[in-house]
């Protein structure tokens, strides 16, 4: 099994541009997170779904962060206008429902 | 979630065992207890979870408290790749992952 693929690994952008991260899940797999890691505030979840539809979206930051699953084996999450402050690790993790999560290697972001 | 409350750091000599403590003292009766860890540049790995008895995995044993409001983890022989950030995490369903600091354990030669 290949296990979470994301790209791309690594994003450097300037401020006021669009970013679309992408995630592939295991296959089988049902459920579908987007994770955020910063110094500052550590690893928090930004949304998830269940059977591609988005369940809980309470720490998407602002209108600005968006995230879609079209189907079982593809979710993105865009960001635009992005800003500085949007530089981080985003990780995307996917599971069974209410079982283990597994997270891919993650892309790191970088909005100057 | 409950939260939990984890020393920010421990050292272990290689090939020694390595016990990480976790305080969960509001932790619900329906609510396990979930361990990840974190290697350097990495996305985080499951180790191991457990309700109320203890678990043993081919990585890790999980000792919990009789009544639930702590837990340790153990690495019975840690080798210099088991450095790493370890979250102990309380949840009552696998979705519902909420990390805190962690404990950055630094294996030693």
């Known amino acids: 099994d290949a296990g979470v693929i994301q790209s791309p690994r690594h994003e450097v952008t300037e401020m006021g541009q669009e970013v679309t991260l992408r995630c592939k899940p295991i296959?089988?797999?049902?459920?579908l997170f987007w994770y955020r890691q910063t110094m500052m505030r550590g690893l928090e979840l930004l949304i998830y779904f269940n059977n591609n539809v988005p369940i809980d979206d309470s720490g998407m930051p602002e209108d600005r962060f968006s995230a879609k699953m079209p189907n079982a084996s593809f979710s993105t999450l865009k960001i635009q206008p992005s800003e500085p402050r949007d530089s981080a690790v985003y990780f995307c993790?996917?599971?069974?429902?209410?079982?283990?999560?597994?997270f891919g290697p993650g892309t790191r972001l970088t909005v100057l | 979630d409950a939260k939990t409350t984890q020393p920010t750091s421990m050292d272990c000599a290689e090939g020694r065992a390595a016990n990480l403590p976790c305080n969960h003292s509001t932790i619900s009766g329906n609510e396990y207890v979930y361990w990840y860890r974190q290697i350097h540049s990495q996305g985080p790995q499951y180790i191991i979870h457990?309700?109320?008895n203890n678990e043993t995995n081919e990585m890790a044993s999980l000792i919990i408290t009789e009544d639930r409001k702590s837990s340790t983890l153990i690495l019975p022989h840690a080798t210099l790749r088991d450095t790493a950030v370890y979250y102990c995490i309380v949840s009552n369903a696998g979705n519902m992952l909420t990390f805190g600091g962690g404990t950055r354990l630094m294996v030693k030669p």
């Open positions: 296959s089988g797999h049902n459920s």
């Open positions: 457990g309700l109320k």
């Open positions: 993790a996917s599971s069974l429902v209410e079982d283990t999560q597994y």
